[in-house]
């Protein structure tokens, strides 16, 4: 279990994060979204103890996560790819297991553990620059599972990754989750979030401004659904608490129907609601 009291940092005069709360159940997906510089890589990097808060407190299963068996427990996916472009899949992560300090045994099962997982046993010998963004990323998630790690920090892990790898990411992080694993996931893209997290915190200028599952941050702040009707009368438009009821109610008295579409609300609308910006990549 996760557990984040009251964290804020402050750099300079900008307030990153202010005062953020989450608890996250063990074996969880959750989902940190936000617009561009809402606060969400400082707020993974306080999680994971790469940085400190200025106030507040964070415990993995009641440890600080710089607690020295407690860093062995977390595996970190950057935003950026942290990988030598020059070496093979191999030797980064022989790096890797060697920085983790991992026996020789368990190293040469990890690497290859690792390698099946994300799918490239295949391509293991190949230099890193000949990979593609996609596989360069599935390659990062390796390198930060070597250590077998509980808690896992993913910051945009999809991020200019091709349909095929980022495919292959959600059923790996599905995976991850089935194994027990503890996962915190941010991203641009609501129907990520949709497909693959428990519950979403969704933050905008360091603030956490909803909590929930999906479907509760919809009943919450996803507002009404939005139905048109094109009849013999024209079009007609209308916001409805319930479609189904109104939509029968006003089909009564038409003879013709040449189109209709309803629009319930969704992730992209409670986030649309709750920070008034468009996501962008
Ligand atoms: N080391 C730093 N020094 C100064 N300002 C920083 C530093 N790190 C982050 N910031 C600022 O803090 C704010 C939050 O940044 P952060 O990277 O946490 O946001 P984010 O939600 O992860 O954004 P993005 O989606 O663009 O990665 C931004 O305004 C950013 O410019």
Not at 129 to 155: C, Q, T, V, W
Not at 162 to 179: I, T, Y
Not at 257 to 269: I, K
């Amino acid at each position: 279990m996760i557990e984040v009291r009251g964290i804020s940092k402050r750099y300079g005069d900008l307030q990153a994060v202010d005062n953020l709360s989450i608890t996250i159940e063990k074996g969880h997906i959750f989902g940190l979204l936000g617009p561009n510089g809402a606060g969400k890589s400082t707020t993974i990097s306080m999680m994971c103890g790469l940085i400190s808060p200025d106030m507040g407190t964070v415990q993995l299963n009641g440890e600080k996560p710089t607690d020295k068996a407690t860093k062995h427990k977390i595996g970190l996916i950057p935003q950026s790819i942290a990988l030598y472009e020059e070496l093979s899949a191999l030797d980064n992560l022989s790096f890797f297991a060697d920085l983790y300090g991992l026996s020789a045994k368990t190293k040469i099962e990890r690497m290859e553990w690792s390698l099946q997982f994300v799918g490239l046993q295949d391509r293991a010998k190949d230099t890193v620059s000949e990979y593609s963004g996609g596989m360069k990323r599935r390659l990062n998630l390796a390198a930060s599972l070597l250590h077998d790690p509980d808690f896992i920090f993913m910051d945009e892990p999809t991020a200019g990754v091709d349909p095929q790898s980022r495919n292959k990411l959600f059923e790996s992080v599905l995976e991850l989750k089935d194994l027990g694993k503890t996962i915190i996931y941010t991203t641009h893209y609501m129907e990520e979030a949709e497909k693959l997290c428990d519950r979403v915190g969704v933050v905008d200028k360091g603030q956490l401004l909803a909590l929930g599952t999906v479907d509760e941050l919809i009943e919450q702040h996803g507002g009404h659904s939005s139905v048109n009707i094109r009849s013999e009368h024209g079009d007609e438009s209308f916001m409805t608490a319930n479609p189904v009821n109104d939509l029968m109610e006003r089909l009564k008295g038409m003879n013709t129907v040449e189109n209709l579409s309803l629009r319930r609300p969704n992730l992209e609308t409670v986030f649309l609601n709750l920070t008034g910006k468009q996501l962008r990549d």
